[in-house]
């Protein structure tokens, strides 16, 4: 990968919709020159798809909360995916270091919604106990994956 690839991924994430002769006229390159670099990057794996973001607000999601997972034990953080993927208002999930095992994100439709969730979570096996932070106000979001 060199600089006009990482041009033109900087594009696509903006707009994954734009024209490769759109894109051309800002990295420098003819449709068919991007073309053949966007495909390159898809065969190699640098580009793993094309997706659509959705509002989570205009699609009933909009309360969200992240929740520190604390387990009894050691518990693989393959048991952990296992787990959480079960609960589909789960979004996100990460072991962490500190004192707690995992940090997840839950998105739902209203607050007995993610109370819902919550207990999922927390019936699950070796689940000790959660701390949860209901989000007020979204400061900052950037689309990384």
Do not use: W
């Not at 696509?12 to 800002?26: E, F, K, M, T």
């Not at 990295?27 to 580009?47: C, E, F, P, T, Y």
């Not at 309360?63 to 604390?70: G, I, S």
């Not at 518990?75 to 979004?91: F, K």
């Amino acid at each position: 990968m060199d600089n006009v690839d990482r041009g033109i991924l900087d594009l696509l994430r903006q707009n994954a919709r734009a024209g490769y002769g759109d894109i051309g006229s800002v990295v420098g390159l003819s449709a068919s020159a991007v073309k053949r670099r966007v495909d390159k990057m898809v065969s190699d794996g640098v580009i793993r798809g094309f997706t659509i973001q959705v509002d989570p607000a205009a699609d009933g999601m909009s309360t969200e909360a992240y929740v520190e997972l604390f387990c009894r034990g050691t518990v693989a953080p393959a048991e952990l995916r296992r787990m959480l993927s079960a609960v589909p208002e789960v979004v996100g999930a990460g072991t962490v270091t500190g004192s707690a095992d995992a940090i997840v994100h839950i998105r739902a439709r209203d607050i007995p919604s993610l109370e819902d969730a919550l207990e999922k979570v927390r019936v699950a096996p070796n689940v000790d106990h959660t701390r949860s932070a209901i989000v007020l106000t979204r400061l900052v979001h950037r689309a990384s994956d």
